[in-house]
Nanobody
């Protein structure tokens, strides 16, 4: 089974919105940080947004105020609401889980999904 599966990508016009979903095969309750990354052609993968088990969030400067990340532990899902999309947001978006919190610390899991393609036309 694939540990993380992204969906919700597609083609949208500039200024439009998309909501990406990441479905986890196993519980994410103990995952310290769930995150969305993106990678455009010819560019390095970059961090877009994170959501901690506490619910606290962080955003890349380029998306702050336009994107919102959330997690639904009960349904093992993480979402990325993307508004006011721009052509430079076009990329493959990936979901990531970093580590499982235990008493002694955090065991790395480093899980990635297969990605979902977002294309924003001008």
């Amino acid at each position: 089974q694939v540990p993380l599966v992204e969906s919700g990508g597609g083609l949208v016009q500039s200024g439009g919105s998309l909501r990406l979903s990441c479905a986890a095969f196993r519980s994410i309750n103990s995952i310290r940080t769930m995150a969305w990354y993106r990678q455009a052609p010819g560019q390095q993968r970059e961090l877009v947004a994170t959501v901690a088990s506490s619910g606290s969030t962080t955003y890349a400067n380029s998306v702050r105020g336009r994107f919102a990340i959330s997690r639904d532990n009960a349904n093992r899902k993480v979402y990325l609401q993307m508004n006011s999309l721009r052509p430079e947001d076009s990329a493959v978006y990936y979901c990531h889980a970093d580590c499982v919190q235990i008493i002694e610390g955090c065991n790395p899991v480093d899980l990635w999904g297969q990605g979902t393609l977002v294309t924003v036309s001008s």
